[in-house]
């Protein structure tokens, strides 16, 4: 029989299985073959093989993982190991915000080289676009900037409900992993789009401005989409509610091939005076820095793109 991992750690994970039931499963010999390459053998969206078991109702054994068609993880620094977050998904939803707490594009900038590593498609959901900080130029010019370069950028209020019918019809019959700092309000999108699962919702820091950990691991949810946002009835989404980190670290990417996952830099590899050996920094010839100063990458794209080769190659990672 097969089945999909809804969530679990260490052993134990809910897995829907193909009959419809949801089963507590084990894995058998407490050992699967994962190729090794993360330290939780499963995450939410996994597609497994299980053995349900005869004499207890509601329990099985996992058996086998099955191909996965994507695989969204990121570096667990203080676990020092790969962590996987989401298997087999469509989207990923960077939810950020203007303030409370403060807008943070460096973080969007590592989600967004992470999905496009991936293979998976990102989109980035401004969430509280309702407070007075929406209106700062220089975050305007940030959500521009993104969509320039081929990104979508959803503005949506979990307050208000501005924006949630964009949001439901991107969503709308697909698997989505959502991402973003603690206290952005991945919960209360939630909780606006399906009302019924009342998730818990955690209040900012006063010390810090920052939010608590009110999701403690990831968990894939079944949510019906209200009918005011969605436009129609029994219109559904799948959605991975992952915990929320204040540093998002990239994994298996090298600082030399950074580059390749910012789109706007990608096309012009290979054709600086040095080749492919350009550091991007100083040489004369270099394509991308001939872009920045002609204005066809951002200064801030850019300078983000240093900073995270920087932490990749030192290992110093900021907040």
């Known amino acids: 029989m097969q089945g999909v991992v809804l969530g679990g750690s260490k052993n134990l994970f809910d897995v829907e299985c193909e009959d419809g039931i949801t089963r507590l499963c084990s894995i058998k010999g407490k050992k699967l073959d994962v190729g090794g390459k993360y330290y939780n053998p499963l995450a939410p969206g996994d597609c497994v093989s299980i053995e349900p078991d005869e004499k207890t109702e509601g329990q099985g054994q996992i058996i086998k993982l099955l191909p996965r068609r994507n695989e969204y993880g990121r570096w667990n620094v203080?676990?020092?190991?790969?962590?996987?977050?989401?298997?087999?998904?469509?989207?990923?939803?960077?939810?950020?915000?203007?303030?409370?707490?403060?807008?943070?594009?460096?973080f969007?900038?590592?989600?967004?080289?992470?999905?496009?590593?991936?293979?998976i498609t990102p989109v980035i959901v401004c969430n509280k676009c309702d407070l007075d900080a929406a209106d700062d130029p220089?975050?305007?010019?940030?959500?521009?900037?993104?969509?320039?370069?081929?990104?979508?950028?959803?503005?949506?209020?979990?307050?208000?409900?501005?924006?949630?019918?964009?949001?439901?019809?991107?969503?709308?019959?697909?698997?989505?992993?959502?991402?973003?700092q603690s206290g952005v309000g991945k919960s209360s999108l939630i909780n606006r789009l399906d009302p019924s699962l009342n998730l818990k919702t955690g209040e900012l820091s006063d010390k810090y401005g920052r939010g608590t950990?009110?999701?403690?691991?990831?968990n894939l949810l079944?949510?019906?989409?209200?009918?005011?946002?969605?436009?129609?009835?029994?219109?559904?989404?799948?959605?991975?509610?992952?915990?929320?980190?204040?540093?998002?670290?990239?994994?298996?990417?090298?600082?030399c091939d950074l580059a390749l996952y910012f789109r706007?830099?990608?096309?012009?590899?290979?054709?600086?005076?040095?080749?492919?050996?350009?550091?991007?920094?100083?040489?004369a010839g270099c394509k991308i820095l001939e872009g920045v100063y002609a204005g066809a990458i951002s200064e801030e794209r850019y300078e983000s793109w240093q900073r995270i080769c920087d932490e990749l190659s030192t290992g110093s990672w900021e907040d």
């Not at 990923?92 to 807008?103: N, R, S, V």
């Not at 950990?213 to 990831?218: A, E, I, M, S, V």
């Not at 009918?227 to 990239?250: C, H, M, N, W, Y």
């Open 78 to 106: 203080k676990g020092r190991e790969p962590q996987l977050l989401a298997a087999n998904v469509d989207l990923i939803l960077c939810i950020t915000t203007p303030d409370e707490p403060p807008f943070r594009p460096r």
């Open 108 to 119: 969007v900038d590592r989600v967004l080289a992470q999905a496009e590593c991936a293979g």
């Open 138 to 180: 220089d975050f305007d010019f940030r959500l521009t900037d993104w969509e320039n370069i081929g990104y979508k950028v959803l503005r949506v209020s979990a307050a208000t409900g501005e924006g949630l019918d964009e949001l439901a019809a991107t969503i709308e019959g697909k698997l989505c992993v959502l991402t973003g």
């Open 213 to 218: 950990h009110t999701t403690t691991r990831g």
């Open 222 to 255: 079944h949510i019906k989409l209200e009918e005011s946002f969605a436009g129609k009835k029994d219109a559904v989404a799948s959605i991975i509610d992952t915990p929320g980190v204040r540093r998002f670290v990239l994994n298996d990417i090298a600082p």
């Open 264 to 283: 706007e830099m990608k096309p012009l590899l290979g054709k600086c005076s040095f080749g492919m050996s350009c550091t991007h920094t100083h040489e």
